[in-house]
């Protein structure tokens, strides 16, 4: 299926193991039937689309923060920017792990948004365009990525968000991760394979690690296609891993954040520029 699930508008710690990039794209598809369903170009923060994430996982040092307080959000000329930010002292941290355990004063603040239960979509293809300025400094980890819509993380505001990742109906899909750990201009494209248990997740099993120049303007795309997904990028496969669209039959949301994964200063605010994202879909 590729019709969306909800549509109320218009209807990780990534483990940095030794890795190939890939080789050249392959062509894009010469058939272009592809209808949009949901389109923002964030001409403004529309919140019936997006609305802010507070949590604490993978350990990161940040803090998320709402209504992009500290110039953590902003829309600049048609521009998405989320940024990590250096406050100088810390603060205390209203963001809870998934046990329940506060996080730790920080001097640092972030933004995240989330389309949970605003634009959620079943299949199809979901894209964004973006860039990444100043790419591969210590610590970086801004993400552009999708989860199942029955996850159960905040905030929950439907009887059905009980799901633990990665079981189906709290899925994930990585379409542009990029962990600077592996230094300036890649990220990583990937499905998380589920491993049958609440927590059991296989980061690097389906995974494609794809060098490109973050710091210019690309798209970043992930599509189901038949049987299998496939990763684009501008529009060319990049990577397909074949059969895994059975796996992550549920609706889908999209996440868009950046975070800090790993204590230390920051020699200047960090930031992610989304330019527009859409879904679309197949009849």
Not at 172 to 179: A, G, L, N, Y
């Amino acid at each position: 299926m590729t019709r969306p699930a909800k549509n109320f508008h218009m209807t990780l710690l990534l483990i940095m193991g030794s890795f190939v990039f890939s080789g050249p794209l392959l062509a894009a598809d010469a058939v272009n039937d592809w209808q949009v369903d949901f389109f923002d170009d964030f001409e403004a923060f529309d919140h019936q689309n997006w609305q802010d994430q507070l949590l604490w996982v993978n350990g990161e040092d940040q803090c998320y923060v709402r209504d992009g307080q500290y110039g953590t959000r902003e829309i600049r000329d048609g521009i998405l920017v989320l940024r990590v930010i250096d406050l100088g002292t810390p603060r205390p941290c209203f963001n809870w792990d998934k046990r329940g355990n506060q996080h730790y004063p920080t001097p640092y603040v972030a933004g995240r948004i989330a389309s949970k239960n605003r634009q959620e979509f079943v299949g199809g293809r979901w894209t964004a365009r973006l860039r990444i300025k100043d790419s591969g400094q210590p610590g970086m980890f801004p993400a552009w990525w999708l989860l199942g819509a029955q996850n159960n993380e905040p905030p929950v505001e439907e009887p059905n968000e009980n799901v633990c990742w990665p079981m189906t109906g709290s899925g994930e899909i990585d379409i542009f991760e990029h962990h600077s750990d592996g230094g300036p201009d890649h990220y990583a494209a990937r499905i998380i394979t589920n491993l049958g248990e609440c927590g059991g997740g296989d980061w690097q099993a389906n995974m494609l690690v794809q060098a490109t120049k973050l710091g210019e303007w690309h798209e970043y795309a992930v599509e189901w296609s038949d049987t299998d997904i496939i990763f684009r990028l501008d529009d060319r496969e990049i990577y397909r891993i074949k059969g895994a669209a059975q796996q992550l039959p549920e609706p889908f949301f999209a996440i868009l954040n950046f975070a800090k994964i790993k204590p230390g200063p920051m020699q200047q605010p960090w930031s992610m520029e989304i330019d527009w994202v859409k879904h679309e879909y197949r009849d």
